[in-house]
């Protein structure tokens, strides 16, 4: 084998035996599309900070109902969104720590990066 040459075999077997099929990373980048649309991230960051009904989202964001609904729906196909009733009032929040937690991370990643520039 020549200087310059290197074995990577056993980096690739190791890769290749925990890389996750091919299904899941579909799933995966499903789930991160999610994340590519602003009006969905207002809703998510709005749910980091508290619960909140529908008309409240809406209120907040400047948007219809019926908008607000739609991109909710979304997020709850993707297990991303939960609720629960209050008598008439159906209140979101965000489905889990792993939700709060991709968020938050998100926006930490983002200032850290911002603040590294100055």
């Known amino acids: 084998m020549k200087k310059s ?6 980096i690739l077997s190791r890769v290749k035996h925990e890389l996750p099929t091919d299904e899941l990373l579909c799933d995966l980048a499903d ?5 590519g649309d602003t009006t969905r991230m207002k809703i998510l960051y709005a749910l980091l900070e508290s619960e909140l009904c529908v ?19 979304v997020l709850k ?7 629960r009733r209050e008598g008439k009032t159906i209140i979101y929040h965000l489905a889990d720590a792993h939700v709060q937690s991709i968020v938050a991370q998100g926006f930490d990643h983002l200032i850290e990066e911002r603040t590294e520039k100055k």
């Open 5 to 10: 040459e290197h074995n990577h075999e056993a």
């Open 55 to 73: 008309c409240a989202i809406a209120e907040l964001l400047g948007m219809n109902q019926s908008a607000i609904s739609h991109q909710l729906k």
């Open 31 to 35: 789930l991160f599309k999610i994340f």
């Open 77 to 83: 196909d993707q297990n991303l969104v939960a609720s």
